[in-house]
C-alpha cells in the first residue's frame, strides 16, 4: 500500500504541490500518508472512556436549530458606521468549508439599518414603459412558477483592501468578506414583466427598496429578461431581514448593490434613473481620470482559505490547500495553485458539482517541508476569462496620483490574486509579490 501511495503523491510543481488526482486514487491509504500517523487505534489495546457529556441526558432539542456553543466563534464581523448602526457583516470564510454560505453568515451592507416589513402588507409594482401597470403581494408571487438556483452575491467593495499601498495584515474575512453564495428560490422576473407588457423603448429597469433610504439602481432590461430573480427564499427558508426580507432582486454575477433588498418597486424607462448609488457610490475615478459608470459583472476570481492568516500551521508535513472560486460569466473551468509565488503552478481539483455564477471549491494536496513558501491562486472560467495579475488591475483601476484620496480605497472590483506567505513557524500572512 506504501508503494501505491508513493506513486499517487508524485510532485505537479515546485515548493511541495502534488498531483490533484491523488486525492479520487489515495483514499484512507493517502489520508494515513498525508496526515503521518495511524488513523484508527486498536479498540483491544486502549479502550475508550466515557466522556463527561455521555454522563446525562442532554438539553432538548430547539425548535430552531443553532450551532453547536463550542462554534460560537465562528461569526460575522460587524462594522458599525460613524453615526451608528451596522454598516457590513462580513463572512469568515476560513472558518468554513465547502460553497455554502450559512445564512446567518451572509455578508450584509446596509445604509440605514433592517426595516420592519409587515409581509401581508408589503407590494411589489412594476410599471413604467409596460402595457399595463401591475401590483404583486407575497402572496399572489407564490403562486407563480418558481425555480432554484444556487448563486453568490458580492460587494462591488469586496478585496478593495487589496488596492492598500502595502498589504493589509488581516483574515480572509477581513480581505474577501463581502461575498456569500446560497441558494436562492423566487420568481423569474422574466416571468412578471411578459406579463406587464414591456414597451419597445424601455431599455432599462429602476430598482427601488423599502428602506429608509429607498436604494436605487438601474439594471438592463435584457438582464431582467435573462436569469434575474425575484427571490423569496435562501437555502430553503423565508429570506432573512437582513438579506432583503420578504423580497429581493437576484442578480447571477452582477455586483451586490445592484441585487436591490426589500424590494418594492421596478420602474421601466428608456434611460438609466443616474441615481446616488450609480453616480456617487459605486462610480469609479481610474487612473486615466476616466469615470467608470455601470460596472456590472463581477470578474473571474479566486483566493485560497485554508491555509490563511489565523490558521496557523502545525509543523512540516501533508497539507490540503482549500478555496474558493467564481465567475460572474459562468462556470468555472480551471484554478491552478503555486506555492512559490507563482513560479510554477498546479492544477487543483473542482469539487463537484461547478455550477454558473456560484462558488466553486478548489483543493489540492501540498507537502510542506518547512521553509518558506507564497501560496497563491489563479482561476479561468469557461467563458476563456482569466484572474488578472494584481499589476493589470492597478494599471486600471488603481489611485490616480493626483487626485486626493477621498474614501479608504481608491476603487471597486478587484479580482487579483492573493498572496500567502508560510513562514518556517508556521504563521501565514499577506505579502503582495
Known amino acids: 500500500m506504501t508503494k501505491l501511495i508513493s506513486n499517487e503523491l508524485h510532485p505537479a510543481a515546485a515548493n511541495g504541490l502534488l498531483d490533484r488526482r491523488a486525492f479520487v486514487r489515495g483514499g484512507a491509504a493517502l489520508a494515513a500518508a498525508m496526515s503521518g ?16 457529556w455521555m454522563r446525562t441526558i442532554g438539553p432538548d432539542v430547539p425548535g430552531y ?24 457583516r462580513r463572512t469568515p470564510h476560513h472558518l468554513l468549508n465547502g460553497t455554502l454560505t450559512p445564512s446567518g453568515l451572509h455578508f450584509f451592507i446596509g445604509h440605514s439599518g433592517l426595516p420592519n416589513i409587515d409581509p401581508a402588507e408589503h407590494k411589489l409594482l412594476i410599471h413604467g414603459l409596460v402595457r399595463q401597470p401591475l401590483v404583486f403581494t407575497l402572496e399572489s408571487l407564490a403562486r407563480y412558477p418558481m425555480q432554484t438556483r444556487m448563486g453568490y ?10 488596492f492598500s499601498p502595502e498589504p493589509i495584515q488581516d483574515t480572509v474575512q477581513a480581505l474577501h468578506g463581502l461575498a456569500s453564495c446560497s441558494e436562492w428560490t423566487g420568481v423569474m422576473l422574466s416571468t412578471l414583466l411578459e406579463e406587464a407588457g414591456i414597451d419597445p423603448k424601455a431599455k432599462w429597469m429602476i430598482a427601488e427598496g423599502a428602506e429608509s433610504i429607498a436604494h436605487t439602481r438601474s439594471v438592463p432590461v435584457y438582464k431582467g429578461l435573462d436569469d434575474a430573480m425575484i427571490a423569496l427564499y435562501q437555502n430553503g427558508e423565508r429570506i432573512r431581514p437582513e438579506q432583503g426580507y420578504p423580497m429581493r432582486l437576484f442578480l447571477p454575477g452582477w455586483e451586490g448593490n445592484m441585487n436591490v433588498k426589500w424590494l418594492r418597486r421596478i420602474e421601466l424607462t ?11 457610490s459605486y462610480a469609479d475615478l ?9 460596472n456590472f459583472m463581477n470578474g473571474v476570481k479566486s483566493y485560497i482559505t485554508h491555509p490563511s492568516p489565523g490558521y496557523a500551521m502545525n509543523g512540516p508535513g501533508f497539507y490540503e490547500i482549500s478555496g474558493i472560486a467564481y465567475s460572474g460569466r459562468g462556470p468555472i473551468e480551471k484554478v491552478r495553485v503555486s506555492a512559490d509565488g507563482g513560479r510554477t503552478w498546479a492544477d487543483a481539483a473542482l469539487q463537484e458539482p461547478v455550477l454558473s455564477k456560484a462558488f466553486t471549491r478548489f483543493r489540492i494536496p501540498w507537502q510542506w517541508d518547512g521553509g518558506p ?8 472560467d469557461a467563458a476563456g476569462h482569466v484572474q488578472p495579475e494584481r499589476a493589470e488591475i492597478l494599471a486600471w483601476r488603481g489611485q490616480n496620483p493626483d487626485v486626493p484620496r477621498v474614501t479608504a480605497f481608491p476603487s471597486h472590483h478587484y479580482n487579483g490574486p492573493t498572496s500567502w506567505a508560510v513562514s518556517a513557524d508556521g504563521g501565514v500572512s499577506h505579502v503582495y509579490v
Not at 500517523?37 to 463527561?52: H, K
Open 37 to 52: 500517523y495511524t488513523l484508527t487505534r486498536s479498540v483491544q489495546a486502549e479502550p475508550l472512556e466515557d466522556a463527561e
Open 65 to 88: 436549530g443553532r450551532p453547536s456553543p463550542m462554534e460560537a466563534h465562528v461569526e460575522g464581523t460587524l462594522v458599525r458606521r460613524s453615526w451608528g448602526g451596522v454598516g457590513n
Open 153 to 162: 452575491v458580492e460587494c462591488g467593495g469586496n478585496s478593495a483592501p487589496l
Open 270 to 280: 428608456e434611460s438609466p434613473g443616474m441615481t446616488a448609488a450609480e453616480i456617487r
Open 286 to 294: 481610474l487612473p486615466n481620470n476616466d469615470i467608470m459608470l455601470f
Open 373 to 380: 513558501a507564497v501560496l497563491q491562486s489563479r482561476a479561468w
